[in-house]
């Protein structure tokens, strides 16, 4: 089982990544959401996890992108945002969940199995 996670801090992607390999996922990163897209037009991932605020292309534009051709894998975004009218445009746009920066690992692997079995 694969998970995307698409941060521009390396330092999160790292968190994301250790996190998630202790429950057995191979994690892959991306530093910004172009790269995501290009990633994730060449692999099949469970789930994606972005963060909203990148430099390139940032998580709603790369949602948006990503939803016009994928409606099925479960996206969470990850971000300190906590503006509701962000939440509210990420939800239209095919978020699955939203998390709240900074996190704990253990509620990161409770939201994650929720949507991976």
């Known amino acids: 089982m694969k998970v995307l996670i698409v941060d521009d801090a390396p330092t999160v ?15 892959l990163g991306a530093s910004n959401g172009k790269e995501a897209l290009d990633v994730v037009k060449r692999e099949a ?8 605020n ?16 994928n409606r099925r894998t479960p996206f969470l975004v990850l971000t300190t945002e906590s503006d509701p009218g962000k939440k509210e ?21 409770n939201v994650v199995r929720r949507f991976v079995r």
């Not at 992607?13 to 994690?27: F, N, P």
């Not at 445009?89 to 692997?109: E, H, M, N, Y």
Request: proline share 5%; hydrophobic share 50%; charged share 20%.
């Open 45 to 52: 991932f469970a789930l994606i996890i972005s963060d909203i």
């Open 13 to 27: 992607r790292s968190l994301v990544k250790t996190t998630l390999e202790a429950m057995g996922i191979t994690v």
């Open 89 to 109: 445009v990420a939800k239209r746009l095919g978020a699955t969940g939203w998390i709240v920066k900074p996190f704990r690992p253990q509620d990161l692997s």
């Open 54 to 69: 990148m430099p390139v292309m940032n998580g709603l534009d790369f949602l948006k992108a990503f939803r016009s051709f």
